[in-house]
C-alpha cells in the first residue's frame, strides 16, 4: 500500500497527505525538446475541520457587486444579499468577517471599525441588517473590491484568509484599479471563489481571477439558487484546516521544469518561490488535487533503454507535526529508440489535455457567437461534445446539450439550437473549468507510475455531484460531500 494511503495509521489527531505520479516514462532519444508530462495526485486526509487550538483557521471576506446592473430585475440583488446572509450565518463563533460593497470603488459595509469583527451570534445579527440595507448604483472595478479584502485580511492572523466575490457584470473601470496588478499583489494571499448572476457577466475574468487565486469560478441561471449555493460553499470551505501545502520539484543534470499547474478540481496557475523548485498550493482539507508536470530533458549522453531518474518530487506542511508526509517520489524516464514506445501518452495526461482542448474549444465558440459566426460556433461545440463524449464526462455532455441538439456524439455532429443566448456561453464557459477526476493511475508495464490509485485503483460516484472519487475516499474531492462508511 503506498505510505500514506488511508489506514496506514499515524498519530492520534494526525493528517495523512499521500503523494502519486502517473506518467508514461518512454521518451524517443533522438536530439530535439523532448518533454515529459506527469499528472501528480495529490491527497489529504484526516484533517478533521472547524477552528485549531489557536484559533479560528478561516478569515472571510464577503464581496457583493452593488453596481447599478444589480437593480434589475430587483431579484438579482435580493439573492445576493440572501446569498450573503447564508454565508454569514455559517460562520462559526470567533471567525474574523467583513462584508464589501462593490461598484467602482470598494466600502466595507460592516464592520464599521477599521478591523474586522469576530462571527458571534450579535454580530451575525448586525451584519445581516447591514446586509440587507445594501444599495445598489455605480459602475464595477473588481480591482478595488480585491484590493480591499488584501487590505483588511492583512491584519487578520488567521491562516486561510478567503474572498468570496458576486459579480453580475464586466469589469468596466479597470484603469482606476486595474485587475492585473492587484491579482499580482493578492496571489499568495488568499482564496479566492467567484459566482456570476444575471447575464452581462464574463466567464474569462472570472476565470483569469480565480485561476490566479486558487479558486473556482461558478455561475447560477435562477437567482434564487444563489443562498444554497453559498451554504454548501460555505460548509465545504469549513473542512479546510491546512493552510499551506508544497510541492517541490527537483530536476536532475539536464532536466528543467516548463511548469506544474493544477488541473483537478479546477485549473489553477502556480508559480514557483524565488530560486526554488517549490510550488505553493493554499486551504487543504480532506481531498485530492491533480497537477500537471511539465518537465524538458536533454537525452544527450545520456544512456538508453533503462529507467533513469529525471525529477523528484516532495510535498511538505510548514511546521508540518499536523500532518504525515509521504516519501518523495521520483519522475522516471526511459530513452527508447522504438517509436512504438515513445509515441503513446499516459491516460491521466490525456484526460487532463482533453479538458484543456475542451475549454478551448468552448472558449473558441462563445467568440465566434458573440460575433454572428452560427456555423462556427456549431463546429467548435461539436468539437467540445466529441471530447466530452470520448472523456466519459456525462455532466459536461448535459451541458453542452443546453446549447445544441446533440445528434452524434461521437462524431460531434450537433446543431446550434435557435433560443442560445450570449450567457448560456458564459455558463458553459465557468462549468468547463470544473474538470473531471480523471482515469485511475497506470500500474501495467511500462506505465512509470510511482504509486498506485487509492483503494488499488477502484472509484466510486459521488451521490451528489456524479464526479468519480478513489473508494478509499473520505470525500468527494469534487463537491465535498461525506461519504458513508464503506466495509
Not at 131 to 141: D, H, I, S, Y
Not at 159 to 170: E, N, Q, R, S
Not at 257 to 275: C, H, I, N
Request: glycine fraction near 12%; hydrophobic fraction near 35%.
Amino acid at each position: 500500500m503506498e505510505t500514506g494511503a488511508p489506514g496506514t495509521g499515524g498519530a492520534a489527531g494526525q493528517a495523512i497527505a499521500g503523494l502519486e505520479i502517473s506518467q508514461w516514462k518512454y521518451l524517443a532519444g533522438e536530439a530535439g525538446d523532448p518533454q515529459m508530462h506527469a499528472i501528480l495526485s495529490v491527497r489529504v486526509d484526516g484533517t478533521g475541520g472547524g477552528g485549531g487550538p489557536d484559533g479560528p483557521v478561516l478569515a472571510q471576506v464577503l464581496a457583493v457587486d452593488c453596481s447599478s446592473s444589480m437593480t434589475w430585475p430587483v431579484e438579482k440583488l435580493h439573492a445576493a444579499q440572501q446569498a450573503a446572509v447564508a454565508a454569514i450565518r455559517k460562520l462559526p463563533d470567533g471567525t474574523p468577517f467583513a462584508v464589501v460593497r462593490g461598484n467602482e470603488q470598494a466600502t466595507v459595509v460592516y464592520p464599521d471599525t477599521p478591523r474586522m469583527a469576530r462571527a458571534s451570534a450579535g454580530t451575525r445579527a448586525r451584519a445581516a441588517r447591514a446586509v440587507r440595507e445594501m444599495v445598489a448604483g455605480g459602475g464595477t472595478c473588481i480591482g478595488a473590491w480585491l484590493d480591499l479584502s488584501r487590505r483588511l485580511l492583512a491584519e487578520q492572523d488567521a491562516p486561510i484568509g478567503h474572498v468570496l466575490l458576486l459579480t453580475d457584470g464586466k469589469n468596466q473601470h479597470d484603469e482606476q484599479m486595474p485587475l492585473a496588478r492587484v491579482l499580482e499583489q493578492c496571489a499568495g494571499r488568499f482564496v479566492c471563489d467567484v459566482w456570476g448572476i444575471g447575464d452581462g457577466w464574463d466567464g474569462r475574468e472570472l476565470l483569469r481571477i480565480t485561476r490566479r487565486l486558487h479558486g473556482s469560478a461558478s455561475s447560477v441561471r435562477e437567482e434564487e439558487a444563489l443562498p444554497g449555493e453559498y451554504e454548501q460553499l460555505m460548509s465545504r470551505l469549513l473542512t479546510k484546516t491546512v493552510p499551506e501545502l508544497g510541492i517541490s520539484v527537483t530536476p536532475m543534470p539536464g532536466c528543467t521544469v516548463r511548469y506544474l499547474k493544477q488541473v483537478f478540481p479546477t485549473e489553477a496557475e502556480l508559480t514557483a518561490e524565488d530560486g526554488t523548485g517549490r510550488f505553493v498550493t493554499r486551504a487543504w482539507g480532506d481531498e485530492t488535487r491533480r497537477y500537471q508536470l511539465c518537465l524538458a530533458a536533454d537525452p544527450t549522453g545520456r544512456p538508453r533503454h533503462e529507467d533513469l531518474q529525471l525529477a523528484v518530487v516532495a510535498v511538505d506542511v510548514p511546521g508540518g507535526d499536523e500532518v504525515r508526509l509521504p516519501p518523495p517520489q521520483p519522475c522516471l524516464v526511459h530513452w527508447t529508440d522504438d517509436p512504438a514506445l515513445s509515441r503513446h501518452t499516459d491516460a491521466q495526461v490525456e484526460h487532463f489535455e482533453q479538458h484543456q482542448r475542451l475549454g478551448e474549444a468552448v472558449a473558441a465558440a462563445t467568440d465566434a457567437h458573440r460575433r454572428g459566426q452560427r456555423d462556427l460556433a456549431e463546429h467548435q461545440l461539436g468539437r467540445a461534445v466529441q471530447l466530452a463524449h470520448a472523456m466519459g464526462a456525462d455532466e459536461q455532455l448535459g451541458r453542452l446539450a443546453r446549447l445544441v441538439r446533440i445528434e452524434d456524439a461521437r462524431e460531434g455532429r450537433v446543431a446550434l439550437r435557435p433560443d442560445v443566448t450570449a450567457v448560456d456561453f458564459q455558463h458553459l464557459i465557468t462549468a468547463s473549468s470544473h474538470s473531471t477526476y480523471g482515469p485511475a493511475s497506470g500500474t501495467g508495464p511500462g506505465s512509470g507510475a510511482a504509486g498506485t490509485t487509492p483503494g488499488g485503483g477502484a472509484t466510486v460516484s459521488c451521490p451528489a455531484c456524479s464526479h468519480r472519487a478513489p473508494a478509499a475516499a473520505r470525500f468527494c474531492p469534487s463537491c465535498g460531500h461525506r461519504f458513508e462508511a464503506r466495509p
